[in-house]
């Protein structure tokens, strides 16, 4: 079936670094994508979008680029700081709701 | 901006008893909601599309008689879990978009915490 997966499960940056988190998926049809932060216990939360007729969506400190040629899109954080730290997902809300495993973003001081 | 309140947060019960779970949009309309269950270091799992009026949706291989789901009105959703078991000890999470925002995010409740002793 479609799927959205992520590269990497664990990912660890100094303090100030710039982070880059990795996504894939396999539905061609995808045309919308989210990221979202899970911090320990708590629900998602949304960071940015984008749709599939960009290849780059710039927020605070975020950026998400689409590559849909290898199907492939990710969130760039900024100068990442210790309140970074969290589990990141990207999700394809276009047609399903799949998520993909999700990276565990850790942030050394 | 969309606000979506989960209660409880986290609720211990008994193995065979029943916990309700409800999700509501705190400050817009949702015709449609989300539960979605995540087991510790794992991804979130649809459970069901929750529909203002009518049934659920529910996806494959999720029982709904054990998950019971009632949307009775545009700003709450309920999720009960039937005769619950240990296994069912997990963090459910609801979400729901609000249709007259711009863009089309899905904005999530704070999760319930689940253990079933």
């Known amino acids: 079936g479609e799927s959205v997966g992520l590269h990497l499960p664990t990912l660890s940056v100094q303090e100030g670094d710039n982070s880059i988190i990795n996504c894939a998926y396999s539905?061609?049809?995808?045309?919308?994508f989210i990221w979202y932060k899970q911090e320990s216990g708590k629900g998602p939360q949304f960071i940015i979008d984008?749709?599939?007729?960009?290849d780059k969506r710039q927020g605070q400190r975020v950026t998400v680029l689409l590559n849909k040629t290898v199907k492939h899109l990710s969130l760039q954080i900024a100068a990442t700081q210790p309140g970074d730290s969290a589990v990141y997902f990207c999700?394809?809300?276009?047609?399903?709701?799949?998520f993909g495993t999700g990276t565990s973003l850790t942030v050394i001081p | 901006g969309a606000v979506v309140s989960q209660h409880p947060s986290w609720v211990i019960c008994k193995s065979g008893t029943s916990v309700k779970i409800e999700c509501r949009s705190l400050?817009?309309?949702?015709?449609?909601m989300f539960w979605y269950r995540q087991f510790p270091k794992q991804s979130l799992m649809l459970m069901a599309t929750?529909?203002?009026?009518?049934?659920?949706?529910?996806e494959q291989g999720v029982e709904k008689d054990k998950f019971l789901i009632n949307h009775a009105s545009l700003t709450l959703s309920t999720l009960t879990v039937t005769s619950a078991h240990p296994e069912d000890s997990s963090f459910y999470i609801c979400?729901?978009?609000?249709?007259?925002?711009?863009?089309?995010?899905?904005?999530f409740g704070s999760g319930t915490r689940l253990t079933v002793v």
């Open positions: 984008i749709r599939s007729n960009m």
């Open positions: 539905n061609s049809a995808s045309d919308y």
């Open positions: 400050d817009f309309q949702a015709t449609t």
């Open positions: 929750s529909n203002e009026g009518s049934k659920a949706t529910y």
């Open positions: 979400s729901a978009r609000d249709a007259q925002h711009v863009y089309n995010g899905y904005t």
């Open positions: 999700a394809d809300l276009g047609n399903q709701f799949y």
